[in-house]
């Protein structure tokens, strides 16, 4: 019979899970720790039918994270759209999505935005509170605080818009949640350079 | 010249401007106007498979062996499914293949109509690039583009997806021309200064080594050339993987062997203890690397390919140039003759004393036996019998595969077919079929085991149909040799569905095809019987009957670095359950 398998303690090598049954076969995942970070992609591309498929594919096949898209098309006349990619990953990782997205025959430019500076980034989100008295009062005293506007109401609810960096939009949400939040709906998150220059 | 025509006109007539000669393929429902327009005319020559992805593996050989592109065209639905794995091998294996998939009309798609497919959805993943094409005026444009993104940059495969009314419909034919694409431009010039830093690099390398592979291959005849010359002027000694045997002669002193879990005992040594390692057309695949944290530890890397996504994505590389292997050694060999550099021969010297060592250890050596054929033994005699004829390779996936890697000795590129990348069972055949379409008097065979065989076996009649004299050297241990061996190393020898209960007779088969069947049951009928292969001017199924047990040595077991070889006469029943380290039964 095959013997279980043991990590040795304090190798450094991650310790596998042990199922309660060893298997008859050894085998194990090693699990691997490598820091990530996370980074802003500006990604234009034609925007042609089923781009935005070969985009995702890549990251679905690959195995690699997005944590927000947003696309739309941005130049009309060259039927061209901006694709805007935040993902989390190791430095080797992030290199391989550039390239790999680089290397797309639809994709024009891929640009790091995060490694070429601080991004300005900002996300929309609609966000709808409904209650009565008290807390009612304090939603829209908060909404205001936030900057948020109110673009639809009734006398039972209303419906916030606010604009800002993820964080803010969060803290909204959160701040939102034991005034009677139904629900939202949130962009992803656009971003831009800072200065002359485009991507 | 703009012309009017109808899209079926339009894909024989871009087929004919490209320069296609042959074209691999299968009718249906949703590209019978495209086949009407083939019957009537003669440019273009269509050889009938019996099963798409036999179109896809015959086409792939065929661009193999003449490093031109290969071209299948299949109907809609199961046609195009059946073409998803040519097309994932051609992927893996930067094959520049041309899929033209029928679709059903336009109105019907989405509509779940009969044999339609999402082609385009399907095959993203598995192609460079596909396009679905819903207005005939587009047509002859994008079958231009087909061609130079499966050609340019690195090759791969791409599809074409065509309904069949824009096939009936009429439209403007525009003919090749000069393509400025708007955005596919691989670069194909290293840059100078990582050249040069290269260059140096090399130049100071005590322990040197070149790592090539199927890039070499795709760059074209003239890489190979260069790599000749270049290796030669530095005296270095150079591998290969599985995808780049040929393109440096095996012949050569300075040639290792190839490199991986089951190349040479020097050329993994020399991997493992180099200084500086020379990558060039390779990717540093699961297969060669071994354990990763233990490869080649004390190397600083030089890594030419011309995908950008290549580099430092398994191993990180201190010298990436990314660029064409043509054009970045013939800068490199200029920068070297301006240079002169001097080479530590005392070094070099003890290097090589030290890779003699290395290659004394014999490590391809098997126990010879006079009652059963050994599977190692079969592929020498074939070796022997063809080493002076106009030969060309196709192999299936498994240890017959290996054995032909490690004991045919190839002396040019283009001359050796093999799945490397994706491990395609039941490539070979059909490949030989594409590769014997592209030279018809040269011998074409494909070393087969009998398991991958059977997966395309219904090629035969292909064969047959269109006078194609393949000859299939199946080394038949009545087993699926390479998943026994795993299961031997790592499962406790529990076989589990791995030995081919009630295989065919092979030479009945061949009768039943209308081919030649030959057996050899033992050593003294074996030169005799490759002889007899080599004089029939038919397809030929020989069943050559070997050691059933034979394993595929030397071997890296799974999460072992390039020094810890398992050699076949060292390795006793009892280290082989062992075989396989606490730390490595992640690898597969």
Redesign the interface.
Known sequence: ??KA????SGSG?RKPRAPAVPP???????EVHDRTESHTLSVIV?NE??VL??VI?LFS?RGYNIDSLTVSETEHAKHLSRITIVTTGTQ?VL??IK??L???????TVTDLTADGRPLERELALVKVAGHGESRVEALRLADAFRAVVIDATVNHFVFEVTGRTSKIEQFVAVMAPLGLVEVCRTGIAAIARGTKAV | MKRQMTGAQMVVQALIDQGVKNIFGYPGGAVLPIYDEIIQQEKVRHVLVRHEQGAGHAAEGYARSTGKVGVALVTSGPGATNLVTALTDALMDSIPIVGITGQVPTHLIGNDAFQECDTVGITRPCTKHNWLVKDVDDLARVLHEAFYVASHGRPGPVVVDIPKDVQFATGTYVPPGHIEHPTYHPRVDGDPRAIAAAVELIASAKRPVFYTGGGVVNSGRRASALLREFVRMTGYPITSTLMGLGAYPASDPQWLGMLGMHGTFEANNVMHDCDVMVTIGARFDDRITGRVNAFSPGSRKIHIDIDPSSINKNIHVDIPIIGDVTHVLQAMIAAWKVRKPRVDKRALKAWWDEIDRWRRRDCLAYKPNADVIMPQYAIERLYAATRDKDVYITTEVGQHQMWAAQFFKFEEPNRWMTSGGLGTMGYGLPASIGVQVAHPKSLVIDIAGDASVLMTMQEMSTAVQHDLPIKIFILNNQYMGMVRQWQELLHGNRLSHSYMESLPDFVKLADAYGCVGIRATKPGELDDAIAEMIRVKRPVIFDCRVAALANCFPMIPSGKAHNEMLLGDAVKPETLGKAIGKEGKVLV
């Open positions: 019979m095959t398998v043991k990590a040795k090598v008859a076969s050894a085998y194990f995942i090693e034609d039918p089923g498929a070969r594919g096949g080797m290199a391989q390239n790999q680089g290397r797309m025959v639809p994709v024009h």
